[in-house]
């Protein structure tokens, strides 16, 4: 009923910058919340970023605040993650996911929140 599809990961430098977008279409666009999660090879999928449609609320793991910024167009169709001075470990494959059934601003960095996952893209930062 929904579908994600996320693009622009690549190789970047450390200190570089990559913009990484997640266009989403099925029956509806609405949903209460739209969050990006990025896995690691061997490691938990985690919450980077969240934007919340219920409140225009974003939330940012401590690891990447001050340095990504999550946004949406203005027809909510495709949301977006700003990445700046990215690090070395900031490599991973990043995945968008859309909160479709429920809200709570506690729950947005919970995997189990979201009810449909895009198919990722990888990031890499290495020089």
């Known amino acids: 009923q929904v579908q994600l599809v996320e693009s622009g990961g690549g190789l970047v430098q450390p200190g570089g910058s990559l913009r990484l977008s997640c266009v989403v279409s099925?029956?509806?666009?609405?949903?209460?919340?739209i969050g990006w999660f990025r896995q690691a090879p061997g490691q938990e999928r985690e919450g980077v970023a969240c934007f919340s449609t219920t409140d225009g609320m974003t939330f940012y793991a401590d690891s990447v605040k001050g340095r990504f910024t999550i946004s949406r167009d203005n027809r909510k169709s495709t949301a977006y993650l700003e990445m700046n001075n990215l690090k070395p470990e900031d490599t991973a494959v990043y995945y968008c996911?859309?909160?479709?059934?429920?809200?709570?601003?506690?729950?947005?960095?919970?995997?189990?929140?979201?009810?449909?996952w895009g198919q990722g893209t990888q990031v890499t930062v290495s020089s």
């Open positions: 099925g029956f509806t666009l609405d949903y209460y919340a």
């Open positions: 996911a859309t909160m479709n059934f429920g809200y709570n601003s506690l729950s947005v960095f919970k995997r189990n929140s979201y009810d449909y």
